[in-house]
């Protein structure tokens, strides 16, 4: 059975469910910011061999469909998103918050819709996907235990996250953060900034105190390196949010986790 996720945060929650029985593989490679990634031959490839692919859903795999058109072959798809709802203020111009597995809680969800879908494929495997599943969803939990007792050192007042671009919601909405702005006010890192909004940003943050600007690392440092400039905060550019490292800091979905709250809480206690 081939099964193919579209992230390696994904390929791993996968992983975690599907066990020996299959080999997970990720579309996108480590490292690659899926709002501007240039798909390669080799993934029509990868997507017509698979037997089940595993989206976000939510409109963020925006590079994936050409490559499903082009694909051929039958597969299932599954978007572990499903049954989950977007936040209702992240509904602006720029369409859905996608990035729910910041959240731990959703991911939960995620897992429910991945085993389903490894059965639906292969039925033979539902007593290990159901086992690993609920192995998987206790960790989660101890994940998000985990996160709440982190965010419980820094003080209130200072639970505040500014970003590149639009994708901490879900987890500002579970841990207490207030998210004062977002350098691209955007859920997608390829759209722009002007000027007026970067002003804008700049007397958020000052009025606000926040103390730090938050980047994931694919992102383009320049921007946060000039308002930080203007406004004194800190820089923190090394946040993992949507692609896992090859080792440390960020092998697994969950190291990602705990290796970004570490970042966000070192920088705001």
Do not use: C
């Given at each position: 059975m081939r099964v193919l996720a579209s992230t390696t945060f994904l390929a791993d929650i996968t992983q975690n469910?599907?066990?020996?029985?299959?080999?997970?593989?990720?579309?996108?490679?480590?490292?690659?910011?899926?709002?501007?990634?240039?798909?390669?031959?080799?993934?029509?490839?990868?997507i017509a061999e698979s037997d089940l692919l595993i989206l976000n859903g939510l409109e963020y795999e925006h590079f994936i469909e050409p490559l499903l058109e082009n694909a051929g072959g039958e597969r299932v798809i599954i978007e572990a998103t499903t049954g989950l709802s977007p936040r209702?203020?992240?509904?602006?111009?720029?369409?859905?918050?996608?990035?729910?597995?910041?959240?731990?809680?959703?991911?939960?969800?995620?897992?429910?819709?991945?085993?389903?879908?490894?059965?639906?494929?292969?039925?033979?495997?539902?007593?290990?996907?159901?086992?690993?599943?609920?192995?998987?969803?206790?960790?989660l939990k101890e994940l998000d235990a985990w996160i709440i007792e982190q965010v419980n050192s820094i003080p209130t007042e200072r639970r505040l996250l500014v970003t590149n671009h639009e994708a901490v919601g879900y987890f500002a909405e579970r841990y207490g953060f207030?998210?004062?702005?977002?350098?691209?006010?955007?859920?997608?890192?390829?759209?722009?900034?002007?000027?007026?909004?970067?002003?804008?940003?700049i007397e958020q943050i000052k009025s606000a105190d926040a103390p730090a600007i938050f980047l994931g690392?694919?992102?383009?440092?320049?921007?946060?390196?000039?308002?930080?400039?203007?406004?004194?905060?800190?820089?923190?550019?090394?946040?993992?949010?949507?692609?896992?490292?090859?080792?440390?800091p960020a092998a697994t979905y969950i190291d990602m986790m705990k290796h970004n709250v570490d970042q966000i809480v070192e920088a705001l206690k």
């Open positions: 469910i599907a066990g020996s029985r299959a080999q997970v593989d990720s579309v996108l490679p480590v490292g690659a910011d899926p709002h501007a990634y240039q798909a390669a031959p080799a993934d029509v490839a990868k209702e203020d992240a509904g602006n111009e720029h369409g859905v918050d996608p990035h729910m597995w910041l959240n731990p809680i959703l991911v939960i969800t995620y897992v429910e819709n991945i085993r389903d879908g490894l059965i639906q494929v292969d039925a033979e495997g539902s007593g290990i996907y159901t086992a690993n599943a609920e192995a998987y969803i206790t960790q207030e998210v004062v702005g977002a350098i691209i006010p955007s859920l997608s890192t390829d759209a722009g900034t002007s000027a007026r909004e970067l002003a804008a940003l690392e694919v992102e383009n440092p320049d921007l946060a390196h000039q308002i930080a400039e203007e406004t004194n905060v800190k820089v923190v550019d090394n946040l993992h949010l949507e692609s896992l490292t090859v080792g440390s």
